[in-house]
C-alpha cells in the first residue's frame, strides 16, 4: 500500500482544493502505481467527505493526487526503501 499524505487547504468563501500524495509503487502484483480506478475512487470519496462534513458542493471542490517515486519520499529519518527494509515491511 503506497504511503499516504494529505491536506486540505480551505479558506472562508472558496473552494477546497485538496492534494493528496503517495509513493509511486502498485498497490497489487504487476502494477507500478495507483491506477486510474484507485484515484476515481480517492477523487470520489474525498469530494463526498468535503461535502458531508463541511457543506461543500461537488463542483466546487478540487482533488490532486500527486504521485511520489519512493526514492523521493522519507520515512523515520531515513528513504522509504531503506525504512522498509529496515522493519521488514514490504
Known sequence: ???LHSLIAIKENEMP???IQVTREGTKPGT???TAD???QL???VSHLLLDVLNKPLDATFVV????E???WGWGGLPTDEY???RGLK
Open 84 to 86: 522498509r527494509k529496515q
Open 32 to 34: 507500478d502505481s495507483v
Open 38 to 40: 484507485e484515484k476515481a
Open 65 to 68: 493526487i500527486q504521485e511520489v
Open 17 to 19: 482544493i485538496v492534494t
Open 43 to 45: 477523487i470520489k470519496g
Open 70 to 72: 519512493t526514492e523521493n
Open 1 to 3: 500500500m503506497p504511503a
